[in-house]
T-cell receptor
Framework: DQQVKQNSPSLSVQEGRISILNCDYTNSMFDYFLWYKKYPAEGPTFLISISSIKDKNEDGRFTVFLNKSAKHLSLHIVPSQPGDSAVYFCAARGGADGLTFGKGTHLIIQP | GAGVSQSPSNKVTEKGKDVELRCDPISGHTALYWYRQSLGQGLEFLIYFQGNSAPDKSGLPSDRFSAERTGGSVSTLTIQRTQQEDSAVYLC??????????FGPGTRLTVL
């Protein structure tokens, strides 16, 4: 049973527009959420995170929104740039073990 | 400073052989994690080391998988009697505060 779900395997967005990546979770014990970005043949790199006590965290072009009642979070990238093309993983943490990851969304920024 | 490093970057082995994958975490990071990513799947948690505590092995898929962390630093993931379904990219991550994890480049394992 997947506890973190990214229902869109891929997303295509025009350069300069907003990219919105979505993530849903089922475990109400998750208290910290992260987004990772992954290029081919490289390990994931940390992008942005949010604690469950907040509903928004912003860092430059990246904003993460958390809706706890809906168990939903989203990553907004604006404006989208060609270098943003990558696979984005949503991850959640609750307890002492490792992160629980979604399957990822492949973001493609079109010129 | 140096990031997390992993070796080898690629490993091709025959079914039934044992393999060892190595991870060098960021110096000073107390937590170390192993994940794997199979084709078309997300990142799957395998095992977690925190300081000198007993590791959390809850994610290991079978008893053919084991891991050690010597001296609180370098870690080795061992897969015995490899099977074709073990083929995946094995990723190591380390962290200082237990939240933001820094990942290595991974080891791509192919079992023929």
């Amino acid at each position: 049973d997947q506890q973190v779900k990214q229902n869109s395997p891929s997303l295509s967005v025009q350069e300069g527009r907003i990219s919105i990546l979505n993530c849903d979770y089922t475990n109400s014990m998750f208290d910290y959420f992260l987004w990772y970005k992954k290029y081919p043949a490289e390990g994931p790199t940390f992008l942005i995170s949010i604690s469950s006590i907040k509903d928004k965290n912003e860092d430059g072009r990246f904003t993460v929104f958390l809706n706890k009642s809906a168990k939903h979070l989203s990553l907004h990238i604006v404006p989208s740039q060609p270098g943003d093309s990558a696979v984005y993983f949503c991850a959640a943490r609750g307890g002492a073990d490792g992160l629980t990851f979604g399957k990822g969304t492949h973001l493609i920024i079109q010129p | 400073g140096a990031g997390v490093s992993q070796s080898p970057s690629n490993k091709v082995t025959e079914k039934g052989k044992d393999v060892e994958l190595r991870c060098d975490p960021i110096s000073g990071h107390t937590a170390l994690y192993w994940y794997r990513q199979s084709l078309g799947q997300g990142l799957e948690f395998l095992i977690y080391f925190q300081g000198n505590s007993a590791p959390d092995k809850s994610g290991l898929p079978s008893d053919r998988f084991s891991a050690e962390r010597t001296g609180g630093s370098v870690s080795t993931l061992t897969i015995q009697r490899t099977q074709q379904e073990d083929s995946a990219v094995y990723l190591c991550a380390s962290s200082l505060l237990g939240y933001e994890q820094f990942f290595g480049p991974g080891t791509r394992l192919t079992v023929l």
